[in-house]
């Protein structure tokens, strides 16, 4: 299956010329109607499926006239608690048609936590995946008054019973028609994005058509997408960054888009989708890239070193063509650096990417310098939920992967005195659903948004150096952002979840997560056999190994173990899989303790 792109004339839909989201896919449908739009795995077959533009707009209808029998009015709520599948662009797609609010909900979002963004935003209709989920939620459902109707995506047989469920094989109309026009104006609320938060309650972001729109057409600037690409979906699209960038973009580009089935999946779906653009975040390539060097320490000298050159002279090839570099006779090496080694590694993507756009969260660069040396463009961008939710990337012409690029066209932003990049543009949430206090301390009376990121602006390149409240004060007053100090721990494979500690403490110490997978891969590392110091001496090696490029202040003293992972489910984790800081630090307080015991 070859997805290149048919040509390199794109075909984007012009955002400026329609009101809503709904009028775009109506304009691609009459544009591309029986283009490919969506790839899929059908497990009653085990065959992979495609709808085309019409394919999806027939479905659509059929939800379009079962909605309006639910009697939902412009401006009511209706949430999705579905994977990357089909069902969940049909939905936001009707939902709307009609005018709706659509609240996206996590997967695996903890039960009190769904509910109360239920409530928050006064949702009447909830569309679930199945009985597991079901099972989780349906006790604390009852307290969710509001809701009308609960649909589930699968039959539901021997389940508590509840008389608002649904299976939408019985409740969905089965008779396609034409699809009806949407009088939904630009400024109208369009969904309620529910943020993470590490501490407290998540807010309701509120974004309208408008604010979408205009960065759909504002990243498009930053970066070519043709009629015959094909993205690979995988983040949840209750991500702002995946349903924006994998979703209403590739509608507006005329993309394909093609659903992996899992995360743990992924490798061998890439294999068969065979994917040209790919939407990620940082720990996907972290992954990666440990397992790459787990086995070339397996590998012979010879390996290694062409596996060093590869990557060492095809990054001095990527800062030569960006004008940051001199030219050297090694680049002759590189045809055959790429059939050697760059080439068997990117055919494990597909054979096919040519671009990778991440987002979410930093890359180290050590990760990036790999990928874009063996060949592999990857994009840093940068963005909040706030602010619909992209702010800069980098192009591919200019590139700097140390930086989250440039911001988008239109996008103002300076920095306050305390270095705090200042955001202002048509992408600028409407606010805080609910909650007028936390609106007014992120936009102030100007209308810029409070990122809470500390900044550097270089060459128009925006530099992340930290978070305003992410900083470790020590006892002695030295000031230490653990962020970067963490991503760099994780680079040891050894090392699956990271928090460093030390505030008005003495010095810096670190809780992990060990990953039982490689422990089991290298049976000789018997930590569990270990006696305490020695354990500790080992731990703490290993983490000062990889804080060797730090400043001073970058030791850990004393390591600590947490046996279980964190989790969404133990509350140490966010739906967006940022650790908890706070409660982190609560439920292991002892353990924190025991490493300042005598100081």
């Excluded at 043709?226 to 993309?255: K, M, Q, W």
């Excluded at 739906?575 to 439920?587: A, V």
Aim: some cysteine.
């Amino acid at each position: 299956m070859q997805n290149r792109p048919t040509t390199e004339t794109t075909d984007y839909i012009d955002t400026n010329s329609i009101d809503n989201l709904f009028q775009l896919f109506c304009e691609r449908l009459n544009r591309s109607p029986d283009e490919t739009a969506y790839r899929y795995y059908e497990d009653a077959t085990g065959i992979w499926q495609e709808m085309t533009w019409s394919d999806i707009a027939r479905e659509v209808s059929c939800w379009q006239t079962s909605l309006q029998k639910e009697q939902l009015t412009h401006g009511d709520a209706v949430a999705v608690m579905l994977r990357n599948c089909i069902e969940w662009v049909i939905f936001d797609l009707a939902a709307h048609s009609l005018g709706l609010v659509v609240v996206p909900l996590y997967t695996d979002d903890r039960a009190d936590n769904v509910c109360y963004i239920l409530n928050d935003s006064n949702v009447q209709l909830l569309l679930i995946d199945d009985g597991a989920q079901w099972e989780k939620l349906h006790a604390a459902l009852k307290n969710v008054t509001g809701l009308k109707r609960i649909l589930s995506r699968s039959s539901m047989t021997g389940t508590p019973h509840d008389s608002r469920l649904r299976w939408i094989n019985d409740w969905l109309d089965d008779q396609p028609h034409s699809l009806e026009p949407c009088d939904v104006k630009s400024d109208a609320l369009a969904t309620v994005v529910y943020t993470s938060g590490t501490t407290g309650r998540p807010k309701g972001v509120m974004l309208s058509h408008r604010n979408i729109l205009w960065n759909v057409k504002a990243s498009l600037a930053c970066v070519d997408i043709f009629p015959g690409d094909v993205f690979i979906s995988f983040l949840p699209l209750s991500h702002t960054f995946e349903r924006l960038a994998g979703y209403y973009l590739p509608i507006c580009a005329n993309a394909t888009v093609a659903y992996a089935r899992s995360i743990a999946e992924l490798a061998e779906d890439m294999l068969v989708i065979k994917p040209t653009l790919m939407i990620s975040v940082p720990r996907i390539f972290e992954r990666i890239y440990n397992k790459i060097h787990e086995q070339l320490q397996q590998k012979p000298a010879l390996a290694k070193g062409l596996f060093n050159a590869a990557v060492e002279i095809g990054y001095a090839r990527f800062l030569h063509a960006q004008g940051r570099g001199n030219w050297r006779a090694g680049f002759l090496l590189l045809p055959l650096l790429h059939k050697l080694v760059s080439n068997k590694i990117l055919a494990k993507f597909g054979g096919e990417l040519r671009l990778c756009i991440c987002g979410g969260a930093a890359l180290p660069p050590a990760v990036a310098k790999t990928f874009i040396g063996l060949g592999l463009p990857i994009l840093q961008g940068y963005g909040l939920t706030e602010h619909s939710p992209v702010i800069s990337a980098n192009r591919l012409h200019d590139n700097i992967p140390e930086s989250v690029g440039v911001p988008l066209p239109g996008v103002e932003v300076k920095t306050s005195a305390q270095g705090e990049l200042l955001v202002r543009s048509p992408s600028v949430m409407m606010g805080y659903l609910n909650n007028k206090d936390a609106t007014d301390k992120v936009i102030d009376e100007e209308g810029w948004l409070h990122t809470g990121d500390k900044v550097e602006i270089r060459d128009k390149h925006i530099f992340i150096t930290g978070r305003l409240k992410e900083i470790i004060v020590l006892s002695n007053g030295e000031k230490i952002p653990p962020t970067d100090m963490e991503m760099a721990i994780q680079q040891d494979p050894l090392f699956e979840q990271v928090m460093v500690v030390g505030e008005h403490k003495p010095y810096l110490t670190a809780l992990v997560v060990l990953n039982q997978e490689y422990l089991q891969a290298n049976p000789e590392i018997e930590i569990s056999a270990m006696d305490d110091e020695r354990r500790q001496q080992y731990l703490v090696q290993r983490v000062s190994q990889r804080l060797r490029e730090f400043p001073g202040y970058a030791q850990i003293h004393r390591v600590a173990v947490c046996e279980q992972p964190w989790t969404i489910d133990n509350n140490l984790l966010t739906p967006t899989l940022k650790p908890r800081r706070q409660q982190i630090h609560t439920r292991y307080d002892t353990l924190i303790e025991q490493m300042y015991a005598g100081h």
